[in-house]
Nanobody, 126 residues
Framework: QLQLVESGGGLVQPGGSLRLSCAAS????????IGWFRQAPGKEREGVSC????????NYADSVKGRFTISRDNAKNTVYLQMNSLKPEDTAVYYC???????????????????WGQGTQVTVSS
Protein backbone atom coordinates (compact mmCIF):
# COMPACT_ATOMS: atom_id res chain seq x y z
CA GLN A 1 0.00 0.00 0.00
CA LEU A 2 1.46 3.32 -1.09
CA GLN A 3 1.38 5.82 1.72
CA LEU A 4 2.79 9.21 2.69
CA VAL A 5 2.84 10.25 6.33
CA GLU A 6 3.61 13.77 7.49
CA SER A 7 4.90 14.59 10.95
CA GLY A 8 6.54 17.42 12.82
CA GLY A 9 3.70 19.89 13.02
CA GLY A 10 2.72 21.68 16.19
CA LEU A 11 2.32 25.00 17.95
CA VAL A 12 5.17 27.47 17.68
CA GLN A 13 5.60 31.14 18.50
CA PRO A 14 6.16 33.70 15.74
CA GLY A 15 9.79 33.67 14.71
CA GLY A 16 10.18 30.04 15.67
CA SER A 17 11.05 26.98 13.60
CA LEU A 18 9.63 23.60 12.77
CA ARG A 19 10.80 20.76 10.58
CA LEU A 20 8.16 18.74 8.82
CA SER A 21 8.86 15.22 7.59
CA CYS A 22 7.16 13.28 4.83
CA ALA A 23 7.87 9.56 5.02
CA ALA A 24 6.90 7.16 2.28
CA SER A 25 5.99 3.52 2.59
CA UNK A 26 5.12 1.04 -0.10
CA UNK A 27 7.15 2.80 -2.78
CA UNK A 28 10.57 4.29 -3.39
CA UNK A 29 10.34 8.01 -2.86
CA UNK A 30 13.49 8.62 -4.87
CA UNK A 31 11.62 8.12 -8.13
CA UNK A 32 9.12 10.86 -7.33
CA UNK A 33 9.03 14.61 -7.23
CA ILE A 34 7.60 15.78 -3.92
CA GLY A 35 5.52 18.84 -3.20
CA TRP A 36 4.50 20.49 0.05
CA PHE A 37 1.12 22.19 0.16
CA ARG A 38 -0.87 23.95 2.83
CA GLN A 39 -4.45 24.89 3.45
CA ALA A 40 -5.60 27.42 5.99
CA PRO A 41 -9.20 27.57 7.23
CA GLY A 42 -11.43 29.22 4.64
CA LYS A 43 -8.67 29.40 2.06
CA GLU A 44 -7.75 27.39 -0.99
CA ARG A 45 -4.89 24.95 -0.90
CA GLU A 46 -1.63 26.50 -2.04
CA GLY A 47 1.66 25.08 -3.17
CA VAL A 48 4.50 25.85 -0.80
CA SER A 49 7.53 24.11 -2.23
CA CYS A 50 8.65 21.19 -4.34
CA UNK A 51 11.77 19.15 -4.97
CA UNK A 52 12.62 17.13 -8.05
CA UNK A 53 13.25 13.41 -7.82
CA UNK A 54 16.97 14.03 -8.33
CA UNK A 55 16.94 16.58 -5.52
CA UNK A 56 18.73 19.06 -7.72
CA UNK A 57 15.80 21.37 -8.33
CA UNK A 58 13.68 23.09 -5.72
CA ASN A 59 11.00 25.74 -5.99
CA TYR A 60 9.28 27.89 -3.40
CA ALA A 61 6.24 30.09 -3.17
CA ASP A 62 7.16 33.75 -2.85
CA SER A 63 5.56 33.85 0.59
CA VAL A 64 8.05 31.35 2.02
CA LYS A 65 11.15 32.02 -0.06
CA GLY A 66 14.18 32.57 2.14
CA ARG A 67 12.44 31.09 5.19
CA PHE A 68 11.59 27.51 4.17
CA THR A 69 13.97 24.87 2.84
CA ILE A 70 12.93 21.59 1.24
CA SER A 71 15.30 18.64 1.17
CA ARG A 72 15.21 14.91 0.68
CA ASP A 73 17.01 11.87 2.03
CA ASN A 74 16.25 9.08 -0.40
CA ALA A 75 18.08 6.56 1.77
CA LYS A 76 15.50 7.25 4.47
CA ASN A 77 12.66 7.53 1.96
CA THR A 78 11.84 10.91 3.50
CA VAL A 79 11.44 14.51 2.42
CA TYR A 80 11.74 17.42 4.84
CA LEU A 81 10.48 20.97 5.01
CA GLN A 82 12.52 23.15 7.34
CA MET A 83 10.46 26.18 8.29
CA ASN A 84 12.21 29.13 9.94
CA SER A 85 11.05 32.61 10.93
CA LEU A 86 7.49 31.37 11.09
CA LYS A 87 4.66 33.88 10.90
CA PRO A 88 1.02 33.63 12.01
CA GLU A 89 0.02 33.55 8.34
CA ASP A 90 1.92 30.26 7.98
CA THR A 91 -0.74 28.61 10.12
CA ALA A 92 -2.33 25.81 8.10
CA VAL A 93 -2.56 22.08 7.59
CA TYR A 94 0.53 21.04 5.64
CA TYR A 95 0.41 18.17 3.18
CA CYS A 96 3.08 16.40 1.20
CA UNK A 97 2.36 14.81 -2.15
CA UNK A 98 4.23 12.72 -4.69
CA UNK A 99 4.22 12.49 -8.45
CA UNK A 100 6.28 10.34 -10.77
CA UNK A 101 7.66 12.63 -13.45
CA UNK A 102 10.04 11.34 -16.14
CA UNK A 103 12.34 14.38 -16.03
CA UNK A 104 14.25 14.05 -12.80
CA UNK A 105 15.39 17.66 -12.70
CA UNK A 106 12.00 19.33 -12.77
CA UNK A 107 9.30 20.12 -10.25
CA UNK A 108 6.37 22.44 -9.85
CA UNK A 109 3.49 22.53 -7.41
CA UNK A 110 1.17 23.03 -10.38
CA UNK A 111 1.25 19.35 -11.33
CA UNK A 112 -1.55 16.92 -10.50
CA UNK A 113 0.16 15.09 -7.66
CA UNK A 114 -0.96 11.51 -7.35
CA UNK A 115 -0.26 10.46 -3.77
CA TRP A 116 -1.12 12.58 -0.75
CA GLY A 117 -0.50 12.39 2.96
CA GLN A 118 -3.10 13.05 5.62
CA GLY A 119 -1.63 16.38 6.67
CA THR A 120 -0.07 17.84 9.80
CA GLN A 121 -1.25 20.97 11.60
CA VAL A 122 1.10 23.91 11.99
CA THR A 123 -0.05 26.73 14.24
CA VAL A 124 2.00 29.88 14.67
CA SER A 125 0.72 31.92 17.57
CA SER A 126 1.93 33.72 20.66
Amino acid sequence: QLQLVESGGGLVQPGGSLRLSCAASGFTLGYYAIGWFRQAPGKEREGVSCISSSGGTTNYADSVKGRFTISRDNAKNTVYLQMNSLKPEDTAVYYCAAIHFPIQTMCTTSWEYRYWGQGTQVTVSS
